[in-house]
């Protein structure tokens, strides 16, 4: 199983921008699908976006289409989100995961390794 350990949440101004890393350990990222999902305060865990283990896919979620885009380093085993354009209802716990697989299924459950989530606090 292979390990994700999520980093560079923080806080910021509605508008501004962060940039997610999730760095994977125990396994290469080469032969999985791999996604982030976020959970707002009193919401259900929700889907972000997702890249297939070619990097030549890439899913979003119509909330943040334009404005997130994942993309993947395979030499640093390391999985990307850069969010632009934040807003307030993007603030909650972001989670990175992956499964096993070529191309994103649409179900969550088939991600059978989580992080353990880094905060993004977006002020308006």
């Known amino acids: 199983q292979v390990q994700l350990v999520e980093s560079g949440g923080g806080l910021v101004q509605a508008g501004g921008s962060l940039r997610l890393s999730c760095a994977a350990s125990g396994r290469t990222l080469g032969g999985y699908v791999m996604g982030w999902f976020r959970q707002a305060p009193g919401k259900e865990r929700e889907f972000v976006a997702a890249?297939?283990?070619?990097?030549?896919?890439?899913y979003a979620a119509d909330s943040v289409k334009g404005r997130f885009t994942i993309s993947r380093d395979y030499a640093k085993n390391t999985v990307l989100l850069r969010m632009n354009s934040l807003k307030s209802e993007d603030t909650a716990v972001y989670y990175c995961?992956?499964?096993?697989?070529?191309?994103?299924?649409?179900?969550?459950?088939?991600?059978?390794?989580w992080g353990q989530g880094t905060q993004v606090t977006v002020s308006s």
């Open positions: 995961a992956a499964a096993r697989g070529p191309y994103y299924s649409g179900s969550e459950s088939n991600f059978g390794s």
């Open positions: 890249i297939s283990w070619s990097g030549g896919s890439t």
